[in-house]
Every structure is written in structure tokens, then in C-alpha cells.
């Protein structure tokens, strides 16, 4: 059912969020709700149709220019509907915003050719995008990547692994992050990102597998063996891959992913809530009973906390400021309050929470998968170091602004 937000969003919704607030929850409510317990009790099938109905609602475009066909509607606009829909279902908000992360890349690194061949296919949801960077051997270490591209004329050669890759099986186009310098060269020179289209000869991914959590949405394997695409695929500079990559994390992953673990967070809470004011004791309810009162309070204080600093965050790239430490702390802390709320939660219900096939198991899998996605603790942490140390890092937020101020029509008459 339709929800207010929180007053503290209050100064940075405005009537079109409100109403796109609402309409996500309506959804949610009606088409999402009915999806989850399929979802939950068949694992290994991969969920098509959720990814339809965001499709037909153009979510995927949330954030595309209008000129590509896109909503246009920005950063705050994109956490609602992935927070709103992750609060009935995590796994579908997973689908939504693992597409939207590669969407970013090619929006901002892409040719005008590039552009125009996908973002029109990427705003009407027919074409699903994955990002595919992380390694089965390096994992979250980009620079040791041992996916290689070559160069054979007019054409490259892909051959690598990749792994955990978000949207795995239903991405139409796969941005990916290759090797394209020999050894000895460094990261921040050696890497290449290309497009990929699903149906290359010689892209396979290995079987949809579930994991702990979020089930429904894919985040598997691809192995590339020999696959070759046009020079035209390259998406940015030969060499800046290592830039497209985290550039995308920071403005686009991290965001979606605290987007993801907030709409948990509210489920937690809201299902704990519901079940103390239920549960009889004495002559009342657990919510009569200061312990479990406090722990609710606590919940709900954190809960306070995350929102806050994840609409903060996306306010603060909707009006082209500085904020990169803002889109990291917003994903740290955002994943860490959950996870906190999570533990209180299962405690709260006692042996109620092992129970099958109760909501709040769904809840305690899915969060422990907002953790490693866009970079985990320590990663954000190392980065929010450098911002309380005042050393120097490149703002993406910053330079993407200034990439949209130059775009910007020229307003002086011809
Ligand atoms: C749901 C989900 C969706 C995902 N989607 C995508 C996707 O779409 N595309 C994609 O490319 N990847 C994706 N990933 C992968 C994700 O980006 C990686 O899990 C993450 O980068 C960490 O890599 P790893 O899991 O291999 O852990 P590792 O890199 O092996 O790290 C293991 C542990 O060691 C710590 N560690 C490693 N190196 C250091 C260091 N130098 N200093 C301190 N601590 C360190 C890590 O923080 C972690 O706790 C997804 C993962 C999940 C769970």
C-alpha cells in the first residue's frame, strides 16, 4: 500500500518524487508482493517477469536523457523506485538497479554512436545491461584482473572469467573490463572496458545457481573464450577502464546498493514491529515491554540514520555538488545499520524466526548480499580514509556534473 515518506525527506522530495513514491509502492504492492513467495520457493528459476513489469513502466530508463527516450529523472528519482520495490522484494530491486550501473557507463564514457544504438534499447527495458569486472581468482582486486583483450586489426579478443556478475543471465549487453596491456603496466593504464553482446560466439555463462540470498535475480558466471567484437565496442579510452569502472561504482553502484539495503532495512523493521505488537505477553504485547521496546527503538533509530544519508547522498549528485565520500558513506553505513537491525530482528522473534517460511528469513539472506556488491566495507572504508585524511582522490560526482554542465544547450541565441 501507498506510503508517506519520512519528514526528514521533506526537503528534497518534490511533488513529482512524491507521486513516483507512491506509484512505486502501489506497484509493489500489487504486481511485485504476489511474485516473491514463487520467487523464494523455486531458487533456480531466473525471475523474467518482474524485469517486464519494471520495463513496461520504463524504470530502467530512470535515470537516460530524454533524447534517448529515457524518464530523465535523476538520482533521487532512481533511489525511490529501487528503494520502495526493495521493500517488497530485494531480489527485484537487485535486477532493476544491476542494470542501471552499466546503463551509467555507457551514458557517460560512450560514443554518440554507442549511445544511440543502446540507451533507446536500455530505456524501454528491452535490453537489460550487466557490468562485468569482478574475477573467480582476483575478485574484488581490478588491478590483477586476468581477463585479456587483444587487438587483431579491426577487431579484439576476449578471453577471461568473470564472476558474481550482477544480471548475468538476462543482460542483453555486457560492459566489460579486460587486460589490455602487458604485465608491468599499471592499473590505472592497463585496462579497457568493451561492449558485449550477450549472443557473441563464444560467451557462455555457466548455470544459474542461487545463492543465500536474493533469489530470482542472477548474479553468475561468464566465461569468454575467444569472443570477438568490432573496434567500434570499445566503450571510453583504450587503457581507462580502471576509471570506468570505479567512476560507475561510485555514482552508480553505490548508491543502488544502499538503495537495496535501505528498502531491507524498512522491511526488517516494519515486520519486527508488527510482530511485537502481536506477540501476547501477560496481560498485553511484547511492544508493551521496555526491553523489546528499546530494541525496536534502536532499529528504527538506525533506520532514521540510513535514510537520510541515502536520499542525502543522491540529492547532493541530482544538484551536481561534490559528493563522492557521500555516495561511499551512504553505502557503508547504510549496509552495516541493516545488518545490525537484521541480528535485532531475528533475535526480536525468537524461535518464531526460524521458521521456514516466514518473511523475515527472506530479509536476514538478502542483506548479508548488500555487503560485497560496488565494493565492500573495507574498500569504502580505505576510500573514506583518504576524504578524513584530506588526500587527494578524483570526484566523480564532481567531473560527471561538469561533463552535464558542458552538454548543457547553449542558451546564447544563434
Ligand atoms: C549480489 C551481488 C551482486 C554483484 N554484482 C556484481 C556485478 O554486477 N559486477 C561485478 O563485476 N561484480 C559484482 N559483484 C561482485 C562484487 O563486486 C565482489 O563481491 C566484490 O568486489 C568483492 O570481491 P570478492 O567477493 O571476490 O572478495 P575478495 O576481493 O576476495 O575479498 C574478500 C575479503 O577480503 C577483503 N579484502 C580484499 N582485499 C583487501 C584489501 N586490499 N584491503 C582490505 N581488505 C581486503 C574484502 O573486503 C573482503 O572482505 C556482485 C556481488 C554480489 C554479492
Same mark, same amino acid.
Given at each position: 500500500?501507498?506510503?508517506?515518506?519520512?519528514?526528514?525527506?521533506?526537503?528534497?522530495?518534490?511533488?513529482?518524487?512524491?507521486?513516483?513514491?507512491?506509484?512505486?509502492?502501489?506497484?509493489?504492492?500489487?504486481?511485485?508482493?504476489?511474485?516473491?513467495?514463487?520467487?523464494?520457493?523455486?531458487?533456480?528459476?531466473?525471475?523474467?517477469?518482474?524485469?517486464?513489469?519494471? &520495463?513496461?513502466?520504463?524504470?530502467?530508463?530512470?535515470? %537516460?536523457?530524454?533524447?534517448?527516450?529515457?524518464?530523465?529523472?535523476?538520482?533521487?528519482?532512481?533511489?525511490?523506485? %529501487?528503494?520502495?520495490?526493495?521493500?517488497?522484494? &530485494?531480489?527485484?530491486?537487485?535486477?532493476?538497479?544491476?542494470?542501471?550501473?552499466?546503463?551509467?557507463?555507457?551514458? /557517460?564514457?560512450?560514443?554518440?554512436?554507442?549511445?544511440?544504438?543502446?540507451?533507446?534499447?536500455?530505456?524501454?527495458?528491452?535490453?537489460?545491461?550487466?557490468?562485468?569486472?569482478?574475477?573467480?581468482?582476483?575478485?574484488? /582486486?581490478? =588491478?590483477?584482473?586476468? #581477463?585479456?583483450?587483444?587487438?587483431?586489426?579491426?577487431?579484439?579478443?576476449?578471453?577471461?572469467?568473470?564472476? /558474481?556478475?550482477?544480471?548475468?543471465?538476462?543482460?542483453?549487453?555486457?560492459?566489460?573490463?579486460?587486460?589490455?596491456?602487458?604485465?608491468?603496466?599499471?592499473?590505472?593504464?592497463?585496462?579497457?572496458?568493451?561492449?558485449?553482446?550477450?549472443?557473441?560466439?563464444?560467451?557462455?555463462?555457466?548455470? /544459474?545457481?542461487?545463492?543465500?540470498?536474493?533469489?530470482?535475480?542472477?548474479?553468475?558466471?561468464?566465461?569468454?573464450?575467444?569472443?570477438? %567484437?568490432?573496434?567500434?565496442?570499445?566503450?571510453?579510452? %583504450?587503457?581507462? *577502464?580502471?576509471?570506468?569502472?570505479?567512476?560507475?561504482?561510485? #555514482?552508480?553502484?553505490?548508491?543502488?546498493?544502499?538503495?537495496?539495503?535501505? =528498502?531491507?532495512?524498512?522491511?526488517?523493521?516494519?515486520?519486527?514491529?508488527?510482530?511485537?505488537?502481536?506477540?501476547?505477553?501477560?496481560? =498485553?504485547?511484547?511492544?508493551?515491554?521496555?526491553?523489546?521496546?528499546?530494541?525496536?527503538?534502536?532499529?528504527?533509530?538506525?533506520?532514521?540514520?540510513?535514510?537520510?544519508?541515502?536520499?542525502?547522498?543522491?540529492?547532493?549528485?541530482?544538484?551536481?555538488?561534490?559528493?563522492?565520500?557521500?555516495?561511499?558513506?551512504?553505502?557503508?553505513?547504510?549496509?552495516?545499520? +541493516? &545488518?545490525?537491525?537484521?541480528?535485532?530482528?531475528?533475535?526480536?522473534? *525468537?524461535?518464531?524466526?526460524?521458521?521456514?517460511?516466514?518473511?523475515?528469513?527472506?530479509?536476514?539472506?538478502?542483506?548479508?548480499?548488500?555487503?560485497?556488491?560496488?565494493?565492500? +566495507?573495507?574498500?569504502?572504508?580505505?576510500?573514506?580514509?583518504?576524504?578524513?585524511?584530506?588526500?587527494?582522490?578524483?570526484?566523480?560526482?564532481?567531473?560527471?556534473?561538469?561533463?552535464?554542465?558542458?552538454?548543457?544547450?547553449?542558451?546564447?541565441?544563434?
Amino acid at each position: 500500500m501507498p506510503t508517506t515518506p519520512p519528514p526528514a525527506l521533506e526537503p528534497i522530495l518534490t511533488p513529482a518524487h512524491l507521486r513516483l513514491w507512491q506509484e512505486t509502492d502501489a506497484f509493489a504492492a500489487q504486481y511485485i508482493a504476489p511474485c516473491v513467495q514463487g520467487m523464494e520457493a523455486k531458487p533456480h528459476r531466473v525471475e523474467r517477469l518482474a524485469a517486464q513489469l519494471m &520495463a513496461e513502466r520504463h524504470w530502467f530508463g530512470v535515470t %537516460i536523457p530524454a533524447q534517448y527516450g529515457g524518464m530523465a529523472a535523476g538520482h533521487v528519482a532512481k533511489t525511490i523506485i %529501487i528503494h520502495r520495490t526493495a521493500v517488497v522484494s &530485494a531480489a527485484v530491486a537487485a535486477i532493476l538497479q544491476a542494470s542501471l550501473i552499466p546503463v551509467g557507463a555507457v551514458r /557517460h564514457w560512450g560514443t554518440v554512436e554507442q549511445k544511440a544504438q543502446w540507451l533507446p534499447q536500455a530505456a524501454s527495458g528491452q535490453t537489460l545491461f550487466s557490468i562485468a569486472v569482478t574475477e573467480p581468482e582476483m575478485g574484488g /582486486h581490478i =588491478g590483477g584482473m586476468e #581477463t585479456i583483450a587483444e587487438r587483431q586489426g579491426d577487431w579484439w579478443v576476449l578471453n577471461g572469467k568473470k564472476a /558474481h556478475i550482477g544480471n548475468s543471465h538476462l543482460a542483453g549487453l555486457h560492459v566489460v573490463v579486460a587486460r589490455t596491456a602487458p604485465p608491468g603496466v599499471g592499473a590505472s593504464q592497463a585496462l579497457t572496458a568493451f561492449l558485449v553482446e550477450d549472443d557473441r560466439k563464444g560467451l557462455t555463462k555457466e548455470r /544459474h545457481r542461487p545463492g543465500l540470498g536474493l533469489h530470482g535475480f542472477t548474479f553468475g558466471r561468464l566465461r569468454l573464450d575467444g569472443v570477438r %567484437i568490432p573496434a567500434a565496442n570499445v566503450l571510453g579510452p %583504450i587503457g581507462k *577502464g580502471l576509471d570506468i569502472a570505479q567512476s560507475i561504482s561510485i #555514482t552508480y553502484g553505490r548508491p543502488n546498493l544502499t538503495a537495496v539495503s535501505l =528498502g531491507i532495512h524498512e522491511a526488517l523493521v516494519n515486520t519486527t514491529a508488527q510482530w511485537l505488537s502481536s506477540r501476547r505477553r501477560y496481560d =498485553g504485547y511484547l511492544s508493551d515491554l521496555p526491553v523489546p521496546r528499546d530494541r525496536l527503538g534502536r532499529m528504527q533509530a538506525r533506520l532514521q540514520i540510513a535514510e537520510s544519508s541515502a536520499y542525502g547522498a543522491v540529492n547532493l549528485f541530482d544538484r551536481g555538488k561534490r559528493c563522492d565520500a557521500q555516495l561511499i558513506g551512504a553505502k557503508h553505513s547504510g549496509h552495516e545499520l +541493516a &545488518a545490525d537491525s537484521a541480528r535485532d530482528a531475528m533475535e526480536s522473534h *525468537g524461535a518464531h524466526a526460524l521458521d521456514g517460511d516466514y518473511a523475515l528469513q527472506r530479509l536476514f539472506r538478502d542483506i548479508q548480499c548488500t555487503y560485497s556488491p560496488a565494493g565492500t +566495507a573495507e574498500f569504502q572504508a580505505i576510500q573514506l580514509a583518504k576524504t578524513a585524511l584530506d588526500e587527494p582522490t578524483v570526484e566523480w560526482s564532481e567531473h560527471f556534473a561538469a561533463e552535464a554542465a558542458w552538454a548543457r544547450p547553449d542558451p546564447t541565441p544563434a
